[in-house]
Structure formats: structure tokens, C-alpha cells
């Protein structure tokens, strides 16, 4: 069971950035899929999941209106695509499977299998 995070790198204020969440050993459609993100000395932040359904995909609020999560259920995979991207927004990246609920400014997260990280850095 392997999920692999890529399309980090490095991007100027307001550019735009795609990472990718490519799941093997298991199947996309029994699972929610969020992506989390930590900044240098920061806790872990949830940023944003995309049910087993599809169907409303949470953002926080630091993050609602610039990303954008979807999926590929015969690629199984998961996409993030992140526009107007500030130096707030540089973090490692993390993609999980498992379950999200709950709503309102904050959801609750339980989540089963883990990616690597990958590093995105937004330059002023």
C-alpha cells in the first residue's frame, strides 16, 4: 500500500503549482483523500480532502478559492491543483487515504496510509 506525492518545486508569488497523489496496493474509491501540509516549525494542517464520493471537497479557509482537489478514480489518483500561491503556502506536502468528517470551518481527520512529502516553496 503506497501513495506517492510529486509536483513540488519552487514557484514565485502568484504562480501555480499541480501535485499529484498516486495511490498502489489499493483502490481510490473506498477511501477519502486529503492532503496535509507542514511549514518549517509549524504543526501539521489539514488543507484539503476529497471523499470517497467525490462530492464536496473541503478547503481551509487559508487555502478556499486558490486550491482546487480532484480525482481520477481510473488513474487513482488525486490532484491539487494550487493558483495564486503566496510565501504562507510554502510547505511540505502530504497526501493519506482514509476518512474525513465533519463540517464547518474544521473537519475531523482519520487517516490510514501516509505519502512522503514534497516540498513546495513559494519565493516573494
Known amino acids: 500500500v503506497q501513495l506517492q506525492a510529486s509536483g513540488g518545486g519552487w514557484v514565485q508569488a502568484g504562480g501555480s503549482l499541480r501535485l499529484s497523489c498516486v495511490l498502489s496496493?489499493?483502490?481510490?474509491?473506498?477511501?477519502?483523500i486529503a492532503w496535509f501540509r507542514q511549514a518549517p516549525g509549524k504543526e501539521r494542517e489539514g488543507v484539503s480532502c476529497s471523499s470517497s464520493s467525490g462530492g464536496n471537497p473541503y478547503y481551509a479557509d487559508s487555502v478556499k478559492g486558490r486550491f482546487t482537489i480532484s480525482r481520477d478514480n481510473a488513474k487513482n489518483a488525486v490532484y491539487l491543483q494550487m493558483n495564486s500561491l503566496n510565501p504562507e503556502d510554502t510547505a511540505v506536502y502530504y497526501c493519506a487515504a482514509g476518512i474525513c468528517y465533519g463540517s464547518g470551518p474544521t473537519i475531523n481527520y482519520v487517516m490510514d496510509h501516509w505519502g512522503k512529502g514534497t516540498l513546495v516553496t513559494v519565493s516573494s
Open positions: 496496493g489499493f483502490t481510490l474509491d473506498y477511501y477519502a
